[in-house]
């Protein structure tokens, strides 16, 4: 439930990122990646997989991602560590999303790094073969790094997988976070409504209207 959680997270925030800039992006998890739709011995299902300038809709509709049908591979994968995978998140599947020509793969741990071999580790493919991206952290936790594909920078804090733009103070708006303030924001124009009704009342009847 807590991958569940993370993935939730990061898919929704860079949906209401990207939306109304213009640009065309699928982000998908958890359907398979595969070069030939009939290979059954690929068998990679990454947790989150990020491709601009492609139409999502054959992709969605077959559940997963065949690079020799879209026409390239993805841009941009992420996997989140559990217990069980985690070992393979940072060895199996890196050797093989580079094989694949995935741009740049990130790893979150919300354990810290008990899972993985770090809290948040990211590469970029650069001649074939991953290069690792330096990663920061801070005095108060935080551990993050920049993405160069999505324009933003990924964050490790206190266990939770965080999104900001660069330079920025605060991290993307959770889902809930997105639907608060829209629905904080129509309850203030509906308060403002009521009190310019009023007003408008009271000026008519001062008025003798």
């Known amino acids: 439930m807590l991958q569940d959680d993370i993935l939730f997270y990061f898919k929704g925030a860079l949906k209401i990122y990207y939306a109304g800039r213009g640009v065309i992006v699928l982000i998908v998890g958890q359907g398979y990646l595969r070069h030939d739709p009939y290979n059954e011995d690929e068998r990679f299902a990454p947790d989150c997989v990020v491709v601009f300038g492609v139409n999502p809709k054959n992709i969605i509709a077959r559940n997963g991602y065949v690079i020799s049908e879209v026409g390239k591979p993805p841009d941009f994968v992420l996997e989140v560590a559990s217990k069980s995978t985690g070992r393979r998140d940072y060895t199996v599947k890196r050797e093989g999303y580079a094989r694949y020509g995935v741009g740049e793969y990130w790893r979150f741990d919300p354990s810290g790094g008990r899972f993985h071999?770090?809290?948040?580790?990211?590469?970029?493919?650069?001649?074939?073969?991953?290069?690792?991206?330096?990663?920061?952290?801070?005095?108060?936790?935080?551990?993050?790094?920049?993405?160069?594909?999505?324009?933003?920078?990924?964050?490790?804090?206190?266990?939770?997988?965080?999104?900001?733009?660069?330079?920025?103070?605060?991290?993307?708006?959770?889902?809930?976070?997105?639907?608060?303030?829209?629905?904080?924001?129509?309850?203030?124009?509906?308060?403002?409504?009521?009190?310019?009704?009023?007003?408008?009342e009271l000026l008519q009847r001062r008025n003798g209207g």
């Not at 001649?127 to 490790?156: A, K, T």
């Open 117 to 200: 071999d770090a809290p948040l580790a990211g590469d970029i493919l650069v001649n074939g073969e991953y290069q690792p991206f330096p990663i920061h952290r801070e005095d108060d936790g935080l551990v993050w790094g920049h993405s160069h594909l999505l324009g933003l920078d990924m964050c490790w804090y206190d266990g939770e997988l965080r999104v900001r733009e660069p330079g920025a103070d605060e991290f993307l708006p959770t889902p809930e976070e997105v639907v608060g303030e829209r629905d904080e924001a129509l309850s203030r124009a509906r308060r403002a409504e009521a009190e310019n009704a009023r007003l408008r």
